[in-house]
């Protein structure tokens, strides 16, 4: 495996040489914080009575600290933070923050439906150690989720926000994808450094790397199912759900992507798109905890209304991994 | 105008003699509490910095107060209640208890996305005054969000709730339609009384109404643009965002249904079609809140990200009205 | 059951005493021909070898004969048109012309997707006897089937046909709704006499027959689902799938809404939902020709790529039936 | 540029080695025929008074002919199929074949919405020499085009066509996406070679070439947007309406993604998203003609109903060339 500094060299050079910067704006020079890498979604462990289970929290980043990623998002959507009360999503940050790798980047998930519940949010993210915020698009209102109305919301976080902004469109949670129009003018915010995108088209991402060219604008993959696409339209990571049970094959999925080794990256890609589907929209987070406990980390329940897969659902879900290798 | 007592009757006949039975579970008799009759859905007044303004709410509750509504609905989607603190939630519900006349319903909208959260602010919401609790589906994991699970979660609160519960599925805003068998295997639950269906497709109101026919479980119409059909296919009510600028006309055209006038309702009910259409999925709460400075209550503005009407669309708006003979 | 001429009064008071006229554009007094009633959408019966059973189709009208209804609606989506050549459209229209009765309406789909087949389509459907043409909306591209590209379709269908057009909306075949101002414009046309709307949404269908009041123009649902509903919001009358099956409990339920008995419309309407379900959207047109050989008529098999049933969905289709006591 | 040979090469690395073989099943060896390359799907030119103009056809074949494409697509999408009569749909087939050069492939759309039609059509474009015949999936009774309904189809059809056939799904016309399983059971077809995928979803695509590795199945991009994401995943060309208008520059990307030049590749792709767009999803085949006109081949109208662009959209169309470099 490579080590920590050939992994920045590579990553820099696709993410064109921007310079890392991290736990502030940007600087003086214009340069935006560098955030090309992978990073696993954190899930939220919870004990049999439904309690956030920190120890067992702990215990799964010690285990995914050991992988080259380049930080961990926390409180995306495998998160469940809408099951979360606010002081729940500040103390699962801070514990994250405590027992992950120094050298490894933070990136808190902020969104709330209002935007000044999100600035709110964004300020204490900071303040217990957040690196970055990933502020998914508030979707209730959908019908009103206008470009004008979804510029003054991100404008309003990111001029506030005390660590950069990272804007995230997951059109299967919130029926919604952030405009490719809105992502333009947005990309020009010094505090506002690229998007996770998980709608998985990736004709819209490469429109958007195109678009943004001039503003250090860096676009995250919001699933494995699509990373080496992602890769070969100008993306510069992923925030991959499977890392958290597939890590070191999501890892060198990014190595191969990086040395230009696309023969082996098309082969090892294929293996993990049944296996991404399986935890991600097959059978969501459920399926990724339940996936999570067959490779060694601590999945246990979900909160409710989520609930545990039946065993149908579970076998299928096996099946996935066995049939591509994985188990 | 009928006179309260006549409402009553003519409300009795409809919903199937329904005893009226307010502030906690049905009685022995397995008689559930009467919920027939039309409500508005009360806006959220806030001032010009956002905050909640509830002297302004209680002006436009005494205001409302004067036409024959069955009660208020607080809290449902154009209350904007995502936009809104747990302690705002609470406050906002005990002022419109305190507001409203005391012979009137108080439905109050306390869904929230964890089921855990729900049933503490369904319990909290009876504290405050509420009559009832309406509670949408939670839906950022619609994809998990199948008749098993939604039947779990509607059944853990109405277990723990002190006062009935209301379904409340509103498609335009969650992205999800409660399933019918979910609905028909919730209706026999004693302390689920209802939904308020705002998807606007009467063949299914129609196939509630008919499977759940021995439950006394009552359908709601969401939306005012529906509401004659929604009556003769059963629907013992409303809840009808255009009550809170045209309460007269909404209560006529229940009493037109009522007492069988159906040429008349039907002439009634055409003239609020565009107007009901724009201020709910056409212009959102902006145009709602526009609309009901026009006619004499507080709009005011709504909380960001939702944004003011542009000219152009506030001229739009005035024209569903104008056109109809309204302005 | 009552006679003809009851009938036709019910009708006239509903359908705003619209004189009925047969064959040709309206008269000088603008006068639209007169198209209230029921209509049974004709199956096209096959033989084993896929050829069109013309003696079965015979059959069929015979039976159906027996029933009030108003005329046969042709080459509707059951009629699996789109699997016909067009000497087939032509000749099922020819023999359906033959059989049925003198005193009924012949309405033939006459819709191809570009706008000069469908001239020729409706001018040779006049010729072998249809009373008007029912055009459904072009669809396959319909990405850029704006209001604008419909209204000129329907123009030049409408200038050019020497019989009355009836326009026809069904969007879950053809995934496009045919929009509202585009509807009211050609309602304008002194040649469009009306729209067969299968989309089930009676807002709209509501505002259609307010926005087209001064023209005559008459909305018929495209479905029994939502039968009475329409009649409730001006509708007047249907062209119902069920009708090839339950066409008294059809035309008992037209009955029951022209004379004002709302409330035993309501229990027959509830009680047809699920099998109209089940013989549309549920199992489209090999659930309707399974059912018809269950009630006596020829149903048989439908031309590839349609399936036959499974077992298992032949034991739901009998179910919905059977639990509502139709079989 | 790299001469044929070259080319061939090339292409033969990246599609497994698939010999070539033109006209008729797959040989005894069990290989299939190698349709590896991009193909522009060529519009039908008509008069101003909407006859098929055969002599522009010609013209415009003799133009495209000197680019490297491997061949043509005629009667896709972008071939207003929909509105030709059966004996047009044969007759540009035919003058296709006699305006190419020899050593192209001619692929010919012959899907219809029957099977038996379906396999009239095939058997008929292979008399007028189409070396594959594309086959649109069936879309009107989209409702019941199951997995089963559609394997059942494809695979008459296989059974049948004296030619090889290529399935073909392109959801924003049909509203149908062919199952991924419906497309590995038939990728086991000896005569159904390949799939063009129109959808843009690069992880089914993915997919699809992982589930049918064995099979010698073959995976075209439906369209320039995704190309080179598709090759990433292991597509071996493109059915590209773009390639009309920017034959060269489509080739070109081709060549960047087949030698490995993925930076070129990035940057190619970029420019031509938009650009791809506007002549696709954004302005339709009214946009493809009338970027032909501009770049030197005869575009002209479209039958009716499809419309001529609007000066304005005319207007955006341009910019989408002109702020790519390329007009």
Chains 1, 2, 3, 4 share one sequence.
């Not at 952030?178 to 505090?191: C, E, G, I, K």
């Not at 909160?303 to 065993?311: C, F, H, I």
């Amino acid at each position: 495996m490579l080590g920590r500094g050939v992994w920045s060299s590579l990553r820099q050079g696709l993410s064109r040489g921007l310079s890392r910067k991290v736990g502030g704006w940007a600087s003086g020079e214009g340069r935006k914080m560098d955030i090309a890498g992978i990073y696993p979604p954190v899930t939220t462990p919870f004990t049999a009575t439904a309690e956030v289970d920190y120890g067992k929290l702990e215990e799964n980043l010690h285990k995914l600290g050991a992988f080259p990623f380049r930080g961990f998002v926390v409180q995306g959507s495998n998160g469940e933070f809408p099951f979360l009360t606010s002081s729940e999503r500040l103390e699962v940050v801070s514990r994250v923050r405590q027992a992950m790798p120094k050298d490894k980047l933070l990136l808190a998930g902020s969104g709330c439906e209002s935007t000044q519940a999100t600035v709110e949010m964004t300020v204490s993210m900071a303040q217990v150690g957040a690196d970055a915020a990933i502020v998914v698009t508030p979707c209730f209102y959908r019908g009103r989720m206008s470009s004008a109305a979804l510029i003054h919301h991100y404008t309003k976080v990111a001029d506030l926000s005390p660590i950069p902004v990272v804007l995230y469109s997951v059109p299967a949670n919130t029926g919604l994808d952030l405009p490719v129009d809105a992502v333009v003018t947005l990309s020009q915010h010094p505090n506002i450094v690229g998007i996770k995108d998980s709608g998985g088209d990736v004709t819209r991402m490469g429109l958007i790397v195109h678009k943004t060219g001039r503003q250090d604008f860096q676009v995250l993959a919001g699933s494995a199912g699509f990373l080496l696409a992602s890769y070969a339209v100008g993306a510069v990571g992923g925030v991959c759900a499977l890392a958290n049970v597939l890590g070191a094959q999501v890892c060198q999925l990014e190595r191969l992507c990086l040395t230009g080794q696309w023969e082996d990256a098309q082969k090892l890609q294929h293996r993990l798109i049944e296996p991404n589907t399986a935890v991600t929209r097959r059978f969501g987070i459920p399926g990724l905890k339940k996936t999570m406990d067959w490779f060694g980390y601590y999945g246990g329940p979900c909160r409710a209304p989520l609930q545990e897969l039946s065993p149908t659902d579970e076998e299928a879900l096996r099946m996935d991994f066995t049939s591509n290798g994985w188990l």
